[in-house]
Nanobody, 119 residues
């Protein structure tokens, strides 16, 4: 079993910054990918950022140049630094972790953290 604990959401004015974190704990062989998704009001959940085990990253076009994902492998933690926030970034942000445990692969979700950007 793997547990994910997210933190760092909140209310910020447009143009401001927030840093989200997601810490994974439990029993697993390796973390293959750590993703951030978000779901805004009346919107589908969308993939925002991915960081792989080799620290390569991918971002949604809507956040490129503003959001940066990083990971601390020693702490099994992924971060999402969000700068130049816009009202349209308002959403619940979810951490998603893809792990390997022996020959098996699993995916886990965090509980979500609310990010609200005021105009």
């Amino acid at each position: 079993q793997v547990q994910l604990v997210e933190s760092g959401g909140g209310l910020v004015q447009a143009g401001g910054s927030l840093r989200l974190s997601c810490a994974a704990s439990g029993s697993f062989s390796s973390i293959d990918a750590m993703n951030w998704y978000r779901q805004g009001p009346r919107k589908q959940r969308e993939l925002v950022a991915t960081i792989l085990s080799n620290s390569s990253t991918n971002y949604a076009d809507s956040v490129k140049g503003r959001f940066t994902s990083s990971r601390d492998n020693a702490k099994n933690t992924v971060y999402l630094q969000m700068n130049s926030l816009k009202p349209e970034d308002t959403a619940v942000y979810y951490c998603n972790v893809r792990i390997s445990n022996g020959p098996f692969k699993y995916a886990y979700w965090g509980q979500g953290t609310q990010v609200t950007v005021s105009s």
